[in-house]
């Protein structure tokens, strides 16, 4: 769970930058955020091959997720759609690692 939060944070962040209508930061924070996603990506799907209990799903949302975030810093005139899914794709992505962690503690 703790290697998915950098990227999170960073998209979060972007989507603050837009938000506070600071585009150039917003910018630079998602490109930064193009290595941090690929390699979450990657190791998920190692996690798949190595059959340590990597989920499909988080593959193909990460995978999804770095389509998005190359869409915006390539496209400026689709930024503000893409940078709404980004996010969005986000908060699936925190609230599946969170179910995830919630099932794989036991009750007292």
């Not at 190692?46 to 999804?64: K, Q, R």
């Amino acid at each position: 769970m703790t290697r998915q939060l950098a990227p999170l944070i960073i998209i979060v962040a972007a989507g603050l930058a837009h938000a506070a209508d600071r585009p150039g930061l917003a910018f630079y924070l998602l490109l930064a955020a193009i290595p941090v996603v690929v390699a979450v990506a990657l190791a998920s799907y190692g996690d798949i091959v190595a059959d340590e209990g990597g989920s499909p799903a988080h593959t193909a949302l990460w995978t999804l997720g770095l389509v998005l975030v190359v869409a915006t810093v390539a496209l400026p005139s689709l930024g503000s759609i893409a940078l709404t899914a980004c996010l969005l794709l986000a908060g699936i992505q925190g609230a599946l690692a969170l179910a995830a962690e919630l099932r794989r503690r036991p009750t007292p």
